[in-house]
């Protein structure tokens, strides 16, 4: 069993090396429209991966501002999202706040799978 980003067992699926049980998101992917969701195999689970872009602790507000703006013109670019697909990845754009409250609603999700597990990093 692996749990991976779609894109590499994708191209395994295509050549016949594995075949996809589920995918974890919350819908399935547009990528493999026929594959269910963990949820729907009768798995109560779903998570999401997610690609983010972070700055220095203390990096000013009006720092930060211009950032998110010179991104979100950037995930505009029929180019970049294009680039994004190729690698079977959905685009999408979030401001910072959104950022930070997906962040702690992921954290919510997972603290107390995590902490029952009894897993360290140590």
């Known amino acids: 069993m692996i749990i991976d980003t779609i894109y590499e067992p994708m191209e ?5 090396k ?21 949820r729907e195999s009768g798995i109560n689970v779903s998570a999401d991966a ?4 972070y700055g220095p602790a203390g990096m000013s507000a009006d720092k930060v501002q ?11 670019s029929p180019e970049l999202q294009k ?5 079977a990845m959905t685009h999408s754009y979030s ?4 950022l930070a409250q997906l962040q702690a609603t992921t954290l919510a999700q997972w603290e107390g ?3 029952s597990s009894g897993f360290s990093a140590d």
Do not use: D, W
Request: hydrophobic share 40%; glycine share 4%.
């Open 66 to 76: 211009r950032l998110s703006k010179a991104l979100s013109e950037a995930m505009q």
């Open 18 to 38: 594995v075949r996809i049980l589920a995918t974890t998101g919350e819908r399935r992917s547009p990528f493999l429209p026929n594959v269910p969701t963990l």
């Open 95 to 98: 401001t910072p706040t959104e």
């Open 83 to 87: 680039r994004i697909q190729q690698f």
């Open 12 to 16: 395994m699926s295509k050549s016949g």
């Open 50 to 53: 997610y690609v983010a872009l």
């Open 113 to 115: 799978p995590i902490k």
